[in-house]
């Protein structure tokens, strides 16, 4: 059965939400991550393959993207470097059911956020993905993480949505700089 929740070039994103990039050919777990993260207040781009993934990414703002590892077609490590190559700033998340996956190999060392074992609860991803969002705001604005922490240091008590709502105000400010 063919499966996607993908917003083309027409769509409105939120502005006020994170973009996640969500890839996974698993039906099932694709629908009810993208839920469990949406009631949390990201803004989710599903779909069910790299090759959607490359589209969704080049039609989308896309803040943080999650991978799955073994997918038919295009696998997880080549949508990801393929993804790292065109969006140098974004940090990817690898979830994988495989534990033959090592994140320092080759072509990967250093561009993988970090690698979660599928099942993974939700307040795990979304720890994670708080910690990404953090990275791909110093990255695509080069801000040093003592800078950051600056930054940061009114929300570090705060819950996970404030520190995304100001997370996503620092990157909304500093983008709109010359």
């Known amino acids: 059965m063919f499966w996607i929740y993908f917003e083309g070039k027409n769509s409105v994103l939120n502005k006020k939400q994170i973009n996640v990039l969500l890839v996974d050919d698993e039906e099932v777990l694709l629908n009810a991550i993208r839920r469990r993260l949406e009631f949390r207040d990201f803004h989710v781009i599903a779909?069910?393959?790299?090759?959607?993934?490359?589209?969704?990414?080049?039609?989308?703002p896309v803040d943080v993207a999650i991978v799955d590892?073994?997918?038919?077609?295009?696998n997880g490590r080549e949508v990801m470097l393929a993804?790292?190559?065109?969006?140098?700033?974004?940090?990817v998340i690898i979830?994988?059911?495989?534990?033959?996956f090592d994140p320092e190999e080759g072509a990967v060392a250093g561009k993988?956020?970090?690698?979660?074992?599928?099942?993974?609860?939700v307040e795990t991803l979304?720890?994670?993905?708080?910690?990404a969002y953090k990275k791909t705001v110093?990255?695509?604005n080069q801000i040093k993480l003592r800078e950051m922490d600056e930054l940061l240091k009114d929300v570090e008590t705060e819950s996970p949505g404030a520190i995304l709502r100001k997370l996503k105000k620092i990157d909304e400010n500093r983008s709109l700089k010359p």
């Open 47 to 60: 779909v069910d393959s790299g090759e959607k993934a490359l589209l969704a990414a080049r039609e989308n």
């Open 69 to 74: 590892l073994k997918m038919p077609g295009m």
């Open 83 to 91: 993804l790292k190559k065109a969006y140098p700033w974004m940090e």
């Open 95 to 100: 979830l994988t059911g495989h534990g033959s």
């Open 112 to 121: 993988i956020h970090t690698c979660l074992a599928k099942p993974c609860d």
């Open 126 to 131: 979304q720890e994670v993905l708080i910690d």
């Open 138 to 140: 110093m990255n695509r």
